[in-house]
């Protein structure tokens, strides 16, 4: 590294320190247990004897469709109306105020959106429903919202602790369905109530409208500032130090650019746009330095491999952390923060860094060979070797891209479903895959680099490097707790540490030992 161009590093911290006063502001408005709103639907409780019981187990508020279904409700249960266009002047007519309303699929016109809000009533946002309807004018609906889980009938009831911890919904709705097997009755509401009650949720008698999250705006420049020099800092890894000086004016220049695209496009898309760039810069810039620092002409080459290995995977990951935070706090508006609006670009943020890892390894197979730390004599077993490698590293970069989403193109087994489901139950946030897995394989990448086991060193770099990307992505689910999303990046990297630091002491009595090195 090139002290000269340290203060570039100073403005990037800066930003990273402006991310944990927006993020501290966030993580106020988002407590883990929390009030919950608990329903059914009406027209599903067949007998009205089960509402005694519904009521014992915290359903509080039922979903009607119709002013003339009031009369069904027993005291102390609340209507939340959903509505359509077809359906509201029967609501308009009434005197009385539902407890919340909800749209049918999220559908409406701006005619009945006006004439809803004016009545100010708490509005439901259903879950994985288009919203693009909400996104049109995200303000207009500032104050106004609460998030809404209603699926079909199932009886997973850990469906429904995940969607009031990790995805902050107000508004639970417990499907019935007598037939199933098992029968969903009133038994697996007071499951549902029991397994929310023992996470701390108390059930909510008034569905309240969420606060709304502001975005400190000296914040979001301090961070194109900060993105500004990080790029510029990068730029003088790759071109030398006598274009140190050159460099330097695009922190400035990062914040007249992005000041005249948010005249362009707009304050939300800008926000998108600069979000993208912090998920691509971050960890990009730590395997950037990783590649500067573990050249063979490199000064920091010379040092123990053991030790090499474990700081250049700290500041790799500290790089990945940092873009995780800045994301997060860029995006923390109230739009994104109930999931109108979304982190866009999810899988560009993993193929095109790792693509620059790519390139960069490539690179230095090109200039300095595959290594000389483990030879294998028969050629045939050599490029078998190869082979198998390269083939592992394209499905998982297959998997990666086609499974990275909300849609996943690649069927997810049984048996890992169940893994996840144990996985929750164990920590209560459950850790990513990618991460406790890909973090060991990335700690065995750097030591054999530094070996001198380059082919293996730098496909297992890479394939690590998917668990550095996927750390950034956690912090891209915008509508999850901070502190919740920052348990799960902790959990997924104690693991794959522990998992690494074992396979690294075992590694370390495979390879032959070399004069100095330990």
């Not at 999250?213 to 990068?234: C, D, H, K, R, S």
């Not at 082919?455 to 502190?483: D, Q």
Request: aromatic share 12%; charged share 15%; proline share 5%.
């Amino acid at each position: 590294m090139k002290r000269r161009s340290n203060w570039l590093l100073i403005i990037v911290l800066l930003g990273v320190l402006a991310s944990g006063v927006q993020l501290t502001n966030k993580g106020q408005l988002e407590p883990l247990a929390r009030q919950v709103g608990l329903a059914v639907d009406a027209q599903e409780v067949t007998e009205a004897t089960w509402w005694p019981a519904l009521q014992a187990a915290g359903v509080h508020f039922a979903l009607v469709t119709g002013p003339e279904q009031l009369t069904s409700l027993p005291v102390g249960v609340q209507p939340v109306a959903v509505v359509s266009t077809d359906t509201w002047p029967r609501w308009r007519a009434l005197d009385m105020a539902p407890a919340a309303i909800i749209f049918a699929d999220n559908h409406f016109t701006s005619d009945l959106a006006q004439e809803v809000s004016s009545r100010s009533v708490p509005i439901g946002l259903l879950e994985f429903k288009p919203q693009t309807d909400f996104a049109a004018d995200p303000n207009s609906w500032a104050g106004q919202l609460i998030r809404v889980y209603d699926q079909p009938a199932h009886s997973f009831i850990s469906e429904f602790t995940i969607a009031v911890r990790e995805r902050q919904v107000d508004l639970a709705v417990v499907r019935l369905d007598p037939k199933a097997d098992p029968p969903l009755t009133v038994q697996h509401v007071e499951q549902v109530s029991a397994a929310l009650a023992a996470e701390g949720h108390q059930f909510a008698t008034r569905l309240q409208s969420r606060a709304v999250l502001i975005a400190f705006n000296w914040v979001f420049w301090t961070e194109v500032l900060a993105l500004g020099a990080l790029a510029a800092w990068m730029l003088s890894l790759m071109l030398g130090r006598r274009w140190h000086w050159a460099l330097s004016g695009l922190s400035l220049l990062a914040v007249v650019a992005v000041w005249a695209l948010e005249r362009l496009l707009g304050p939300w898309q800008t926000r998108q746009f600069v979000a993208l760039a912090a998920a691509l810069a971050y960890p990009s810039a730590g395997i950037l330095w990783w590649w500067a620092s573990a050249r063979p002409d490199s000064q920091a080459y010379a040092t123990s491999p053991t030790r090499s290995t474990l700081f250049d995977f700290a500041v790799i990951t500290a790089f990945a952390l940092c873009g995780g935070l800045a994301i997060h706090a860029l995006l923390s508006e109230f739009a994104f923060h109930l999931n109108i609006l979304q982190f866009m670009g999810v899988k560009v943020a993993y193929a095109l860094p790792l693509a620059f890892a790519f390139l960069l390894v490539l690179l230095h197979w090109l200039r300095y060979g595959l290594g000389s730390g483990l030879r294998i004599r028969n050629r045939y077993v050599r490029w078998v070797l190869v082979g198998l490698v390269l083939l592992v590293f394209l499905l998982a970069v297959y998997v990666l891209l086609n499974r990275t989403g909300n849609q996943s193109k690649v069927r997810i087994l049984p048996i890992e479903l169940e893994f996840r489901d144990w996985l929750y139950r164990t920590f209560g946030v459950r850790p990513r895959t990618k991460e406790f897995l890909g973090y060991p394989v990335l700690l065995l990448g750097l030591y054999l680099w530094r070996r001198q086991v380059r082919l293996l060193g730098g496909m297992a770099v890479l394939l690590g490097f998917i668990a550095e990307l996927s750390l950034v992505n956690t912090f891209e689910h915008l509508h999850h707790p901070i502190l919740l999303s920052l348990t799960r990046a902790g959990l997924g990297l104690g693991m794959g540490v522990v998992f690494g630091l074992l396979a690294l002491a075992v590694l370390r009595f495979v390879l032959p030992a070399r004069e100095g090195w330990r």
